[in-house]
């Protein structure tokens, strides 16, 4: 039977209200124990401001505990139910191979997920396993990282911990189980699970929760699932912009993978783009482009839709009229998103006031950097530090009458050029997780046992606008290949 360590110890605070949700949103278990647990990697910052004891943690124990060999004390193991379109076609699923610990609630009131993700078979697994692999683990932990030193939201990672037990699946790999942090689990597709196989009343359950949890503030409004429609509508667009201003590709944005809190969740085949270019895509599995990166805003508007058609029954009685009002709120997505990007394009180009070119200024960058190939992330540093070389795009003739018109533009601003360069540097990120970089950092963990090469790069991003000459070398772009880079959902 599994041991449960005293919650004072490590500084454990946890509460289950999922587990007080209708039992059909859940399968309560425990997770399968592995032969000899072994922490690689320790994520102290966020320990603490959870209001977890590192030193209590970074041990033998620790590691029993993020392998699943043991589990806090007030723990309520469960995995959840949901369901979702996954490249457009409809499923039922549930965590195949996840387990939420519970909540860890912070001397400030606030609930974080304490979720073991590798943890075994579930349910849910249908047919898998429920193990995971070294590698794609650590890609989830440095890129929520990443993400979130880079201001976007993001579940985050706690720890990874080796199994000693090997993952059968093209080759045989190294197993690991990863501890992620987020403020829920709730998903679209968890609304669509409730929708498609739960009465009415099971239904506005998982509503109020998910309005308590994330917008209490609406609770008291005349249409209260109408508001919480709204509100997931706008941290949507809020959040998509920020994807497409660092040149984030998700790689799978399936129903299931699109949380209601607004934060960024599920890192399997995500990557950053070199080159610009909206057709980019790097999953091996999206071979039509679904999940693109010029697609990833009318892909959010579309899952949202799907939310909106799981929340038909609260909003109103009459069917027709809550069709009429999901549809008005939805449709605020893509203006919503727009501002948010132009918003933010105009301070990555140092825009502080708005003039009405602003947007065909950005579009004209945008279209001469996909002629000519270049660098997303550089191109936008080079501007930011006033630097135009290591580029062939400095060169163009297209691109010398641009930057002419932006001069313009700038200089008819009432600020002065330190206030503008400070905006830049802050809405321009120095470095991303570069994908030759990241992989250079699994290769040495997962091949040589060497967990140096990742942790350096995790301190390089974990400041990513700070323009430090340490952040150089972690600029240059990869030796071209003949082969496209491919990523994988790592299941």
């Known amino acids: 039977m599994t041991q449960r360590k005293d919650i004072t110890e490590a500084g454990w605070n946890l509460d289950n209200?999922?587990?007080?949700?209708?039992?059909?949103?859940?399968?309560?278990?425990?997770?399968?124990?592995?032969?000899?647990?072994?922490?690689?990697?320790?994520?102290?910052?966020?320990?603490?401001?959870?209001?977890?004891?590192?030193?209590?943690?970074?041990?033998?124990?620790?590691?029993?505990?993020?392998?699943?060999?043991?589990?806090?004390?007030?723990?309520?193991?469960?995995?959840?139910?949901?369901?979702?379109?996954?490249?457009?076609?409809?499923?039922?699923l549930g965590d195949g191979r996840a387990l939420l610990l519970g909540e860890q609630m912070t001397s400030s009131g606030e609930r974080f997920d304490i979720q073991l993700k590798g943890s075994g078979r579930t349910p849910y697994s249908r047919g898998g396993d429920g193990r995971a692999g070294l590698g794609p683990m650590l890609r989830e932990y440095i890129m929520s990282e990443a993400m979130h030193a880079l201001g976007v939201p993001t579940n985050r990672s706690l720890a990874v911990v080796t199994t000693g037990e090997p993952v059968y699946r093209e080759n045989i790999l190294p197993g690991a189980v990863l501890t992620r942090v987020a403020s829920s689990h709730l998903r679209v597709g968890t609304f669509q699970y409730a929708a498609k196989g739960t009465s009415v009343e099971d239904l506005q359950a998982l509503a109020d929760y998910a309005i308590e949890r994330h917008f209490p503030g609406i609770k008291e409004h005349n249409r209260p699932y109408l508001s919480l429609l709204g509100r997931v509508v706008e941290r949507q667009a809020d959040l998509i912009a920020k994807?497409?201003?660092?040149?984030?590709?998700?790689?799978?944005?399936?129903?299931?993978?699109?949380?209601?809190?607004?934060?960024?969740?599920?890192?399997?085949?995500?990557?950053?783009?070199?080159?610009?270019?909206?057709?980019?895509?790097?999953?091996?599995?999206?071979?039509q482009g679904r999940y693109a990166y010029g697609n990833q805003p009318p892909i959010?508007?579309?899952?949202?839709?799907?939310?909106?058609?799981?929340?038909?029954?609260?909003?109103?009685?009459?069917?027709?009229?809550a069709v009429?009002?999901?549809?008005?709120?939805?449709?605020?997505?893509?203006?919503?998103?727009?501002?948010?990007?132009?918003?933010?394009?105009?301070?990555?180009?140092?825009?502080?006031?708005?003039?009405?070119?602003?947007?065909?200024?950005?579009?004209?960058?945008?279209?001469?950097?996909?002629?000519?190939?270049?660098?997303?992330?550089?191109?936008?540093?080079?501007?930011?530090?006033?630097?135009?070389?290591?580029?062939?795009?400095?060169?163009?003739?297209?691109?010398?009458?641009?930057?002419?018109?932006?001069?313009?533009?700038?200089?008819?601003?009432?600020?002065?050029?330190?206030?503008?360069?400070?905006?830049?540097?802050?809405?321009?990120?120095?470095?991303?997780?570069?994908?030759?970089?990241?992989?250079?950092?699994?290769?040495?963990?997962?091949?040589?046992?060497?967990?140096?090469?990742?942790e350096k790069l995790l301190e390089v991003l974990a400041d990513p606008y700070a323009y430090s000459p340490e952040q150089d070398e972690y600029t240059t772009l990869p030796v071209p290949s003949g082969r496209p880079y491919r990523t994988y959902c790592g299941t």
């Open 17 to 92: 209200s999922y587990a007080r949700l209708p039992k059909l949103f859940f399968s309560s278990l425990e997770p399968d124990p592995v032969r000899s647990p072994k922490l690689v990697i320790f994520n102290h910052s966020l320990a603490e401001s959870i209001g977890l004891e590192p030193e209590a943690l970074e041990s033998d124990d620790g590691a029993a505990l993020f392998a699943g060999n043991e589990i806090p004390e007030g723990s309520n193991p469960l995995a959840q139910a949901y369901a979702g379109h996954q490249f457009g076609n409809f499923t039922m």
């Open 243 to 287: 994807w497409q201003l660092i040149g984030f590709i998700h790689g799978v944005m399936n129903t299931d993978n699109m949380t209601v809190s607004g934060e960024t969740i599920d890192y399997g085949p995500c990557a950053f783009m070199n080159a610009y270019d909206p057709e980019t895509v790097f999953s091996s599995i999206d071979v």
């Open 300 to 321: 959010a508007g579309w899952n949202l839709a799907r939310f909106a058609e799981t929340l038909l029954p609260l909003i109103e009685k009459d069917q027709e009229q």
């Open 324 to 454: 009429s009002l999901a549809q008005d709120e939805v449709s605020r997505f893509p203006e919503l998103f727009k501002q948010n990007w132009l918003e933010g394009m105009r301070s990555k180009l140092g825009l502080l006031s708005k003039e009405e070119e602003d947007e065909s200024l950005i579009e004209n960058l945008l279209t001469i950097m996909q002629r000519h190939e270049a660098d997303f992330t550089n191109t936008f540093r080079a501007l930011t530090l006033g630097k135009l070389e290591g580029s062939s795009l400095f060169d163009a003739e297209d691109f010398s009458k641009w930057h002419e018109k932006w001069q313009e533009r700038v200089s008819r601003q009432e600020v002065s050029k330190d206030s503008i360069q400070e905006v830049m540097r802050r809405s321009n990120p120095s470095v991303i997780p570069r994908n030759h970089r990241v992989e250079e950092a699994l290769e040495a963990a997962v091949e040589h046992e060497d967990y140096s090469v990742m």
